[in-house]
Structures are given as C-alpha cells and as structure tokens.
C-alpha cells in the first residue's frame, strides 16, 4: 500500500476543514433563520450532502454516521418534526 505524500496529507486537510465549514455553516443558517421554511431547510440539507459528497467522493455512509443525525436533531428540534 503506498503512503501519502506530505502533499497529499496537507490536501486532505484542507478539504477536511472545508467540509467541518461548510456542515457547521449550513447548521448554523439553519438554526438561526427564523423565516427559513422547513422546505428550505431540507433543500440546503440536500445541497451540503452533496458538496460534502463532491470533495470525498463515495463516502455517502461516513456522511450518513456523522453528519445525517446531527442534521435530523436539527431539523426536529427546530422544526418540532416526529
């Protein structure tokens, strides 16, 4: 198995803290929108999966572990969904 290059491991961090921004951006637009429609919300949702999808491509079950929760406690709490 071959091993990474500082490059390659400095990229990969790069992307790492892009997708921590992006995921804790749309949060955060989420949260503290107070006309934002639960429609609206789940559109953005859908966009951050799929630019979180577009910098690791075929990771959906790490996205699904880590991040699709934290969006459904989101959603519920906010938007009192059952």
Do not use: C, W
């Amino acid at each position: 198995m071959p091993y990474a290059t500082p490059e390659e491991i400095a990229e990969e961090g790069r992307r790492v803290r892009r997708l921590q921004l992006m995921m804790a951006l749309a949060m955060n637009v989420i949260s503290q929108s107070h006309s934002m429609t639960v429609e609206e919300a789940s559109e953005l949702v859908a966009s951050a999966r799929r630019a979180a999808l577009n910098l690791f491509p075929g990771k959906e079950l790490a996205y699904d572990l880590i991040y699709r929760p934290r969006f459904q406690r989101l959603m519920t709490e906010k938007y009192r969904l059952h």
